[in-house]
């Protein structure tokens, strides 16, 4: 029996097997021979022919009506085995007691088929370029899972890297009110304050610089000062332009897409970013500039087949 593996860092293998999320899969066409065939047919127009279909059944690693083991870590075949039986169950300890020390136990690529518990049949395949995907393909493509993945990292990240919102209250009228204050990190807020109270002897005057955790806002917030960035709720007021630039790769984006994801525009985030997510997902499973290169790929419908 063939295996088949999907990545777990971006939850794919989750999508897979346990959501059933993800119903297909995309392999690149690494043949040189098989590449340049594609080529040809495709500058003739030729991509529906019976040489395309020939070329498919030559160079696809997969058949339909084909059943394969999905590839799975001794240590995560022995959890599930856990969370099936029970911690202390004979087939989880014995498991254990059998395989743990061997290569397969943190790494899942050399499992052996007939211990892998999780199964997939192909129920289609086809050829088409990378970029030829669709909305929707892109959604059984998994992108859902990679978006939440990303989207908490990407908070966590920033959560622990940022400051709460600082304002000024009194100094000079230029400050204002605390509430209409100029955003800044809590040095610079202290800072400012301290500048602003240089030679000031009347106590009633003098500036003070406060907390403004959980502040709402239009959109990201950074340090008027040194750019540092800070925590907020957003109201979504820009949310079509915040969809339309956003960056996977940001951490600041990432944060603010979480809070997108958490919201009731979750849906209509997730179809707005679906194309730019697979990208991103095929980047980072595939290597940089993958999307870009717009390879040839063999294109897998499968459902779970346990
Ligand atoms: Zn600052």
Known sequence: MQRIGFNQPYGLHDAAVVHQTKTMTRRIITDVKAIQC?????????LDSAYAQIILEKYAQYNVDEVLAVKLSGIDIFRQL????????DAALGFKEMYQGMAFWT??????ADLCPDHIL???RHIERLQDISNEDCLKEGVVSFLDIISQEGTEKYEKKADAIHWIEG??????WA?????????????EAKKMNKGLEEELYRAVYSYAGGNEEDSSVFCEECGKPLLYSCLFTYLDDDLENMCLDSMCDLYLLEQILDSDHRDYAIEKLARLAFASLIDKVSGKGTWQRNPWVVVYSFKLAN
């Open 38 to 46: 594609l080529n040809e047919l495709e500058d003739d127009g030729n």
């Open 82 to 89: 856990q969370k099936r039986y029970g911690d202390s169950s």
């Open 107 to 112: 790494n899942k690529m050399f499992t052996p």
């Open 122 to 124: 192909i129920t289609h």
């Open 171 to 176: 100094g000079d009228d230029t400050h204002g």
């Open 179 to 191: 509430d209409q204050g100029i955003n800044y990190c809590e040095k610079c807020a202290e800072k």
